[in-house]
């Protein structure tokens, strides 16, 4: 890993692929930092945000994402020394995705891009990718909720869309398959990935 400064990794991927479980367990591994978005405080208004149209579904992950980086992330870059690294679970890909896939108008999209450029920069973004049957076990395992069931009808044209907005933001994107990991695998692979990076 760069010694010279902190890293900022995202991840990003559909529900079940290991996001959560992933950054916690690197967050151990590699003394890493873990930001989550939406932050914790707001996630009480998580389900009334999902009831609501499209744009102010958008506002509240939108928002999200802007709180972490301008409170969390960006005095956290600037006032750590040395190496050092920082993960985040999910990022303005998984919201640009969502919300474009759900119908959100071009003005509304070109709003977020400029959001987003405006915030910092991951140096490596990583998309979790779990095979459909696996995702939907661990769906029903889990307990899936409403929002789950119904991001299951954008399953097959997400993963593409969370690549076409690296692209459109300069962001470095990969992909993991993490279908055939277990979750101490997949760890092993991602620790080594990241420190290689």
Known sequence: MNSERVRFVTFDGLDATGKTTLTEMLHSRLDAVVLKTPPEWTKPLRDFFNRQRVEMRFLYYAFGNLWV????????????????LVLQDRSWLSTLSAHELRGMSKSWLDMGVI????????????VLH??????????IGRGANATDLQN??????????????AGRLEW???R????????????DALARYVQAS
Not at 115 to 126: C, E, F
Not at 152 to 165: A, C, N, R
Request: glycine residues 6%; hydrophobic residues 35%.
């Open 69 to 84: 980086d301008r409170f969390v992330l960006k005095p956290l870059l600037d006032h750590r020394d040395g190496n050092g």
């Open 115 to 126: 959001l987003a450029r405006a915030s910092i920069r991951p140096d490596i973004s990583l």
């Open 130 to 139: 779990v095979d459909s049957g696996i995702r939907h076990e661990r769906l």
């Open 152 to 165: 299951l009808k954008y399953e097959d044209q997400m993963e593409d869309k969370f690549f076409q907005w």
């Open 172 to 174: 470095n994107a990969s």
């Open 176 to 187: 993991f398959d993490n279908t055939d990991f277990s979750p101490m695998g997949a760890c």
